[in-house]
């Protein structure tokens, strides 16, 4: 018999509480809507944003995963080294916190 799961293992898997997480996390957000008018480097956000640059890595890569936001372009160092360029997907999010579920309008970013 296969085991049953509860509601908040449920919610873990769910893609909308997901990015609600993401959106609560003032470094991912942050992030997110430092990127919505131009393209930006995890170097660039980490000095722009006072964030370690690791910690900048772990957002951008849980962002990119919840695809919030991605690959602009790459850019090549004066020593030939390759840097992602990302870029926000959305411009702004809309959140409603509504019985029994929050529900989320993400406007995409042109």
């Given at each position: ?6 509601l908040p293992q449920l919610k873990k898997y769910d893609i909308t509480q997901k990015v609600l997480e993401a959106l609560a996390d003032a470094e991912s957000r942050s992030i ?79």
């Amino acid at each position: 018999m296969a085991k049953r799961l509860t509601l908040p293992q449920l919610k873990k898997y769910d893609i909308t509480q997901k990015v609600l997480e993401a959106l609560a996390d003032a470094e991912s957000r942050s992030i997110l809507f430092s990127m919505i008018k131009k393209g930006k480097t995890a170097t660039d956000l980490s000095y722009e944003l006072k964030i370690p640059l690791s910690s900048v890595y772990k957002k951008l890569n849980d962002l990119e995963e919840l695809t919030l936001v991605e690959v602009d372009s790459w850019m090549i160092s004066d020593k030939g080294r390759k840097f992602k360029v990302y870029r926000s997907r959305i411009s702004k999010a809309d959140i409603s916190i509504k019985k029994p579920e929050p529900s989320l309008v993400l406007i995409p970013n042109t």
